[in-house]
């Protein structure tokens, strides 16, 4: 549906002309929501009389059209009942050699199963929690380093995998829940550092919670050794 509308006015624009989308969400009640769709568009635009008969079958404005732009004058009619049949509504505002905006309103249910996923979340903590942060670059540490702490959590540093190796090495089983391990680092990489974890002759060492993070290129240029890992955002 907003496919069709969209893919007209490319159809019906000008020559450097401009298409502009957006939506809007607004939230009906407790189990509904309602999302509106703008498309506008410096096309040839529509003349009063055409609009009119825009959502009539096989009905395009001028003889030529069909040969000039294409189509059958059936996706606009298409578009509304479907539109319809979903509970929406489609309006439009046009003026000849101006352009055109269309507005979609959808109406959709709020599933349940979100709802409950999204209270989940608000109880998710770390207050408490014991992380070893592996993390060569310094300001990265000190801006993961602030967020943690303010959410509770209490900091091992390490600013290599060998540091990271040896700290994990002199805590004690169970005291640290969470390492979150960089991949590039000097000395010894995140991948070799994980590896040296988990092989340690210790009962937390394979469970333990080691999420690897880099940058999108390393993470798809190299295989990763443990399937927990999650992307590096503090990184331009």
């Known amino acids: 549906m907003l496919m069709n509308i969209i893919s007209n006015a490319v159809k019906y624009n000008k020559e450097k002309g401009v298409i502009l989308l957006s939506y809007y969400e607004t939230q009906v009640d407790d189990r509904h929501i309602l999302f509106e769709f703008h498309c506008k568009d410096t096309g040839v635009g529509m003349s009063k009389e055409f609009q009119n008969h825009i959502f009539e079958p096989f009905t395009q404005e001028t003889g030529g059209a069909r040969s000039v732009y294409g189509g059958t004058g059936l996706g606009m009619p298409i578009t509304k009942k479907l539109i319809e049949k979903m ?3 489609i309006k439009f505002e046009s003026e000849k050699n101006v352009g055109t905006t269309f507005m979609v309103q959808l109406p959709f249910l709020i599933s349940a199963d979100m709802k409950q996923a999204e209270s989940q979340e608000d109880d998710v903590s770390i207050e408490g929690m014991r992380i070893l942060l592996a993390e060569d670059n310094e300001l990265n540490m000190e801006i993961a380093e602030f967020l943690l702490t303010n959410a509770g959590a209490e900091i091992i540093r390490a600013s ?5 190796v040896e700290a ?3 805590s004690g089983v169970g005291e ?9 680092m000097p000395v010894m990489d995140g991948l070799e550092a994980t590896r040296e974890i988990r092989t340690m002759n ?6 333990l919670y080691i999420p690897l993070f880099c940058t999108w290129t390393l993470l798809y240029g190299r295989c990763i050794v443990d399937k927990n890992y999650m992307i590096k955002i503090m990184e331009a």
């Open 202 to 207: 210790r009962s937390d060492a394979f469970c």
């Open 168 to 170: 994990f090495a002199k």
């Open 87 to 89: 509970g929406g509504t």
């Open 160 to 164: 290599n995998g060998k540091e990271a």
């Open 176 to 184: 640290v829940n969470v390492i979150l391990m960089d991949i590039m």
